[in-house]
């Protein structure tokens, strides 16, 4: 039975969603500390709570009343790809502009065997999140820092993108048309993936001539199968992750692929993942395959500064601002692999992980473990940003956006 709902600006044709089966990586979700109150100092200014923004698409009230909860056991989901109910889709042609755009039912897409992005991997992602509240409101997470990068990967990659104001909708109006999907609040979140590409047949070596935006979702619990438990990385020598004048700190689709070797091989071995060294010195800490990494020395938390082969991570930058409201030292710049022996704690950041505490780093066969647990800077950290991403404390940096 379908029926069709009319939204300004975009078309959608919806229609019952069949039952979908959830993950089978299975790993509980740690819930944040809902007493926590953020305590920031006065470099940040106080400004309004969580914006109440609604997405320039309106939902009818057929539409509306056939968004239920999807049948998910959500009290077992992990991280893998759940097919849900819509997907955000508009093209534009090298030079021009991308068109409004539509949401179309969420399935395969066709591309011609000639295109950029499968010929010369001309492509561009993003990851962002949204979460549910206790008020049944949505959450989003910064979502114009990702529109931001974004465009910088796309100059780099000789593509045009989006602009963030349409982004920005793009987004909630694929969250909207998924809001069923949407994780219960403390069981998850929906994983938001924007993907740019050069969908244009090219045969010889140039831009494509033409470009597909589109946005899928997929509800998520951990990235790890750890969960918030520590998990155990190893330090590759041999193999790199990016280069200097490469496309390292942009997120490029290619960037990926080139870990996979080196994190299937640590994976097999019980690891949970690999940490990258500088391909210069091999001496400097980079990052994990899909994650930034922070060292904690007392009072000091340091990270790797952002210099052309680290991924500007969002979460990243939250982190750091974070960690300074609650009376921390940061420092990016240079961090030696030596520094892992003396660490206190050792911790990762990304949209799928949030923060992830490290158990222990293996390098040239010698492991270094930090604890029996999780670390208590890593657990005040995951507690402070959770906090503010789920709505149960107070935004006053107006990171958030709120739909209704």
Not at 47 to 66: D, F, G, K, M
Not at 100 to 119: C, D, S, T
Not at 278 to 303: A, P, Q, W
Request: aromatic letters at 8%; glycine letters at 10%; a neutral charge.
């Amino acid at each position: 039975m379908e029926t069709t709902a009319a939204l300004t600006g975009i078309r959608l044709t919806s229609s019952i969603h069949p039952s979908r089966l959830s993950s089978p990586f299975l790993s509980p979700a740690f819930p944040p500390n809902r007493s926590l109150s953020l305590k920031l100092h006065k470099q940040f200014p106080s400004t309004s709570q969580a914006s109440l923004l609604r997405p320039s698409a309106s939902v009818s009230p057929t539409y509306s009343e056939a968004i239920e909860l999807a049948d998910v056991d959500w009290d077992n989901l992990g991280f893998g790809l759940q097919p849900t109910d819509y997907m955000y889709f508009t093209k534009c042609d090298q030079g021009g502009t991308f068109s409004k755009g539509e949401l179309k039912r969420f399935g395969n897409i066709e591309l011609n065997p000639a295109a950029g992005v499968l010929n010369y991997g001309q492509g561009l992602f993003e990851g962002l999140k949204a979460y549910r509240k206790e008020d049944g409101n949505i959450l989003l997470f910064r979502p114009e820092e990702n529109a931001l990068r974004m465009k910088m990967g796309a100059e780099r990659m000789c593509m045009p993108s989006p602009s963030v104001e349409q982004f920005v909708e793009a987004v909630k109006d694929t969250v909207l048309a998924n809001k069923r999907w949407i994780p219960p609040q403390g069981k998850g979140s929906l994983y938001i993936r924007p993907l740019l590409m050069g969908s244009g047949a090219v045969l010889g070596l140039a831009p494509a001539p033409e470009y597909t935006f589109l946005i899928y979702v997929s509800p998520v619990g951990n990235y790890f199968k750890e969960g918030l438990s520590p998990i155990n990385l190893i330090v590759e020598n041999d193999l790199h992750r990016a280069t200097p004048g490469g496309t390292g700190g942009v997120k490029t689709i290619g960037n990926y692929a080139a870990v996979l070797k080196a994190q299937s091989a640590a994976k097999a071995k019980g690891y949970s993942d690999v940490l990258y060294l500088d391909c210069v010195h091999k001496r400097y800490l980079e990052e994990v395959s899909s994650c930034n990494i922070f060292v904690v020395k007392g009072n000091i938390i340091s990270t790797p500064s952002i210099k052309g082969t680290i991924l500007p991570g969002i979460t990243r930058k939250s982190i750091i601002d974070v960690a300074q409201s609650q009376g921390f030292q940061v420092e990016e710049r240079l961090v030696s692999v030596d520094e892992l022996v003396d660490a206190d704690e050792v911790f990762c950041t990304g949209t799928a992980v949030v923060v992830s505490p490290v158990g222990s780093v293996t390098y040239l066969g010698k492991k270094v473990s930090y604890g029996d647990g999780i670390g208590k800077v890593s657990q005040q950290l995951y507690n402070v940003l959770t906090s503010l991403q789920m709505g149960l404390a107070e935004d006053t940096l107006n990171w958030t956006v709120e739909l209704r």
